[in-house]
């Protein structure tokens, strides 16, 4: 039974009622979620799932399932270490509340959206990208200096802008005929579904995305350029933080 990807219809669920639907020793299954597994370069989330009876287990992370057939929606719940006892009496059919850890889940939401705008600032395409908890770490395909005083107001006037980010939808067909979208060179479009959820921020980008963030650049907040160097002869690294 395929998961049922909640955080993709909102990014601003923090918990759901959900059926155990697997358990294995890459962790749990449900029917449906709302944690977002790792990946497109965001990191998986955390929180606790809380049995019928009150037994919390911890989940530590969220990966993308790797059984025979699975979509790119399908989630395995990793729980945190020395929870055996727990563990050990979860069965496929009970019913938990998954609650993710919002504080963890909103700055990355912020920090995913600013990557997007980074994308608008600087006409460069992404040649890898890490979304976490802490910094949005972007590499530029680029020979070309980067100004970090002139990206960083950039970048604060689009947040001031007050856009507003919403997620739009098209068919495989339709995206392979548009490459033009793709930004990343090292993250493809999350296809496979038969269609592609793009993120538009309005009048700043459009891109394909499978991630979470937030629904006006106004959310995001202050932001710097925490380092920004020299990776490699044809790559800029750049690295950003909340203020």
């Not at 497109?40 to 919390?56: E, M, P, S, V």
Request: with cysteine; net charge negative.
């Amino acid at each position: 039974m395929s998961t049922r990807a909640l955080f993709r219809e909102d990014a601003y669920l923090t918990h759901c009622e959900a059926t155990i639907t697997a358990i294995d020793e890459m962790g749990i299954q449900l029917d449906q979620t709302v944690f977002y597994p790792l990946g497109g370069g965001q990191a998986g989330d955390a929180g606790t799932f809380t049995l019928d009876d009150g037994t919390k287990i911890a989940i530590a992370d969220t990966r993308k399932a790797k059984f025979e057939g699975a979509t790119p929606d399908d989630a395995v719940h990793v729980p945190a270490p020395g929870q055996e006892d727990a563990l050990a009496n979860l069965r496929v059919g009970d019913r938990v509340r998954a609650e993710i850890d919002w504080e963890q889940r909103y700055n990355r939401m912020r920090l995913h959206t600013a990557s997007h705008l980074i994308c608008a600032a600087l006409p460069y395409p992404v040649d890898g990208c890490s979304i976490t908890t802490d910094y949005a770490r972007l590499d530029l395909a680029t020979v070309e200096p980067i100004e970090r005083e002139a990206v960083e107001a950039k970048l604060n006037e689009l947040i001031g802008g007050s856009h507003a980010v919403r997620t739009e939808w098209i068919t495989d067909d339709e995206m392979a005929a548009r490459p033009e979208l793709v930004r990343t060179m090292s993250v493809k479009p999350p296809m496979g579904l038969g269609r592609v959820r793009l993120l538009r921020i309005d009048e700043v980008d459009l891109q394909p995305c499978g991630g979470t963030h937030v629904r006006n650049t106004s959310e995001i907040g202050a932001l710097r350029i925490a380092k920004l160097e020299k990776k490699s002869a044809r790559t800029r690294r750049l690295v950003l933080e909340l203020v």
